[in-house]
């Protein structure tokens, strides 16, 4: 399995991350990956970086998923989405995996949140998924998790 993982410029807003993503999925289609990654809250940007962050918006990230399923089945490319994302809970960081059909196969939730994070009123998930795409089984961590909190890929083991 090939694999890519954008290294992309911070969005300047909303807009500009979907845009970024659709034309990375073009990229990475045509370079023969099977499957690409996107970095955290690509949509609508990582707040506490030091960049200007629109307020949140349900039906932009909603618009923005279901772009990516369409895109995602066009070009038979698997994708990870890592979108904010508004549920009954809270807000949470998260990672939507689509695969080559356009189907979600659910995603994973930032369940250790940096306390530099805790500003911005982000819940913590719970519980981890197992994904699996074209016979390669993945658990994901999302971002300082996997490196200050070693709990959250021991489970893989």
């Not at 500009?16 to 499957?35: I, Y």
């Not at 009954?88 to 995603?107: Q, R, S």
């Amino acid at each position: 399995m090939k694999i890519g993982l954008a290294q992309v410029r911070f969005p300047k807003s909303a807009a500009e991350g979907v845009e970024t993503v659709e034309n990375c999925m073009k990229q990475a289609a045509e370079e023969g990956c099977n499957l690409v990654c996107f970095p955290e809250s690509i949509v609508p940007g990582l707040r506490g970086v030091g960049f200007e962050v629109e307020t949140y918006n349900h039906e932009i990230q909603q618009n923005a998923l279901y772009k990516v399923k369409l895109l995602a089945k066009q070009l038979k490319l698997n994708v990870i989405l890592p979108l904010e994302w508004r549920d009954e809970l809270g807000m949470h960081l998260t990672a939507f995996v689509i695969d080559e059909n356009g189907k979600e196969l659910g995603y994973q939730t930032k369940n250790q949140i940096d306390p530099a994070e805790d500003q911005f009123g982000y819940k913590p998930g719970n519980g981890r998924q197992l994904f699996e795409i074209n016979g390669v089984k993945f658990g994901m961590v999302i971002c300082h998790e996997g490196w200050r909190y070693p709990e959250t890929v021991r489970w893989l083991l």
